[in-house]
């Protein structure tokens, strides 16, 4: 079964709007992370958020924010004021277990690729 | 700047030859690594584990004779792809997350392209 579900292969927004990626995963371990990556065509990923299964509050950081729904599985990224340097493929991953060495493996979804129009 | 570098970049190879691509943590420690593998508009897949002073973990599918993994010391990694084949070709990439770390920072290198010809 799928573990990472990203449902949209590709997004379109305007520059300086808003726009949210979604994300869906599967898993029974109560113990989890939630992580969000931007890869651009350069190939390197670069970390942009993350989200822990027993975090009470929705991660942020600068204009990206988790809307983390923990009872729906979900874990969408939303990118607010969105640049055109936001052009990229946008990967959802997961971690299972507490995060302790040799769990610190991820499974990645299929991805979302962004395009930033003018 | 990046804290996890990879070596090479970019790199051709002949079919038959082999190639090794390294992972290094810059300024920690990390006494796992994973290495990924990418083809081309695809997601990235788990190859293997590798574990400092002892035998990688590869995941099911992926031949480990041909994947060959050495975690040497506590901030280097190596992939050696063996009698590589244009099959080969692909995008690989590393991560290491630091001995200090709940788990929740989790470094990628800026991958390796290989085109094997």
């Known amino acids: 079964a799928q573990k990472i579900t990203q449902t949209q292969p590709g997004m379109f927004v305007q520059e300086k709007e808003a726009v949210t990626l979604d994300c869906t995963y599967d898993?029974?371990?109560?113990?989890?992370?939630l992580f969000w990556y931007k890869q651009p065509s350069s190939g390197e990923m670069i970390f942009l958020i993350y989200?822990?299964?027993?975090?009470?509050q929705n991660a942020t950081e600068g204009r990206y924010s988790l809307n983390f729904q923990k009872a729906r599985k979900s874990a969408n990224l939303v990118i607010s004021a969105s640049q055109l340097g936001d052009s990229a493929m946008y990967f959802c991953?997961?971690?299972?277990?507490?995060?302790?060495?040799?769990?610190?493996?991820?499974?990645f979804g299929t991805g979302t690729r962004l395009l930033v129009s003018p | 700047g990046a804290v996890v570098s990879q070596h090479p970049s970019r790199v051709i190879c002949k079919s038959g030859t082999s190639v090794k691509i390294e992972c290094r943590s810059l300024?920690?420690?990390?006494?796992?690594m994973f290495w990924y593998r990418q083809f081309p508009k695809k997601s990235l897949m788990l190859m293997a584990t590798?574990?400092?002073?002892?035998?990688?973990?590869?995941e099911q599918g992926v031949e480990k004779d041909k994947f060959l993994i050495n975690h040497a010391s506590l901030t280097l990694s190596t992939l050696t792809v063996t009698s590589a084949h244009p099959e080969d070709s692909s995008f690989y990439i590393c991560?290491?997350?630091?001995?200090?770390?709940?788990?929740?920072?989790?470094?990628f290198g800026e991958g390796s392209w290989l085109t094997v010809v």
């Open positions: 991560s290491a997350t630091p001995m200090w770390s709940s788990g929740n920072t989790i470094y």
């Open positions: 898993t029974s371990d109560p113990s989890y992370g």
């Open positions: 989200q822990g299964s027993y975090d009470q």
């Open positions: 991953a997961m971690r299972e277990g507490r995060g302790n060495t040799g769990f610190q493996k991820l499974v």
């Open positions: 300024d920690f420690q990390a006494t796992t």
């Open positions: 590798s574990n400092e002073g002892s035998k990688a973990t590869y």
